[in-house]
């Protein structure tokens, strides 16, 4: 209950625009929407976060 | 002090009664468990002790006696602070936190709860000292306890707002609740998790005093826990 750690903050990317830009955060490139979503979900589950969508084809893991 | 037995015992029973009434397990689930039950009860039968001796004592002309019921009085704002502390002990452990407002809420009404048998056992003795009728005293303090009870009893949230059921649906990945946006919910299978499981409610005040009650973030916060007290809650727990 009582974690020491981030919260309020991006913890990983998911993404299937390949565009997208490594900064900092990790992101993790999906080759279509269906391993983007099994990513995003085994990555909220190991890293007690929440998977929110961008609707850009994105989706940010983060901690509250 | 043998002629002040009856006044004695019958203020006591009815105080403790009094406390006994008021010390009800519901959906609150609090007290629970029998140690905290044990606890009230002891601590509202020396409330309801102390109450009872008063009458005799300034009879008696034992004026320090009656002194030292202000001290006791005093004592019991004691029970204010164990509750407070031992609910803010627990509060880390509640999948849906109480909140800093409800918990003082509750310590101080357990804290009223011991000056109700304090005086309800104070006007059952005298009753039956002045009319030396012990049924006239029994029926005087349970008409307090009542009559306490009732004035102490508070508004439900029906009483001062309309509770209405209202649309869940998404907008994108904005969660919405009727045309209030929400949170942003990415997996589609927590989409879907909201949409079946998931219960909105709007709460509209009825008047200005409403308004002003519900715009505090504590009322809003024992709302939160006790609507997950009653309806059960889905969280995930790390």
């Known amino acids: ?64 | 002090m043998g002629g002040y037995v009856a006044v004695i015992i019958t203020g006591l029973a009815i105080g403790t009664i009094g406390r006994l009434y008021l010390l009800r397990v519901d959906y609150r689930q609090y007290p629970s468990y029998p140690q905290g039950y044990m606890v009230h009860l002891a601590l509202g039968f020396i409330a309801a002790f102390l109450g009872s001796v008063a009458i005799p004592a300034i009879l008696a002309k034992e004026y320090t006696a009656v002194t030292f019921l202000a001290l006791a009085a005093q004592q019991f704002r004691e029970i204010r602070d164990m509750e407070r502390e031992s609910l803010r002990n627990i509060e880390v452990t509640e999948l849906v936190p109480r909140g800093a407002a409800y918990i003082e809420d509750i310590a101080k009404a357990f804290e009223s709860r011991n000056y109700l048998a304090m005086l309800t056992s104070l006007i059952t003795s005298a009753v039956v000292e002045f009319f030396k009728k012990p049924l006239w005293g029994i029926f005087a303090g349970l008409a307090v306890i009542f009559i306490l009870s009732f004035f102490t009893k508070r508004k439900r949230l029906g009483d001062i707002a309309v509770v209405r059921p209202a649309e869940i649906f998404f907008d994108g990945s904005i969660l919405c609740i009727e045309n209030i946006q929400f949170m942003n919910v990415g997996h589609p299978d927590s989409r879907r998790i909201f949409l079946e499981q998931g219960l909105g409610v709007i709460i509209e005040p009825k008047d200005d005093n409403a308004r002003a009650s519900l715009f505090n973030i504590g009322q809003r916060q024992a709302i939160a826990h006790d609507v997950a007290a009653l309806l059960g809650v889905k969280r995930d727990v790390n």
């Not at chain 1, 020491?4 to 900092?24: C, F, K, M, R």
């Not at chain 1, 983007?36 to 961008?54: F, T, W």
């Open chain 1, 1 to 64: 209950m009582e974690n020491i750690g981030l919260s309020e903050i991006i913890l990983a990317i998911v993404t299937i625009d390949g565009t997208q830009p490594a900064s900092g955060v990790p992101v993790f490139y999906a080759k279509d929407e269906e391993e983007r979503e099994k990513i995003a979900l085994n990555l909220a589950r190991i890293l007690s976060g929440m998977v929110h969508d961008l609707e850009n084809g994105t989706y940010v893991i983060v901690r509250h």
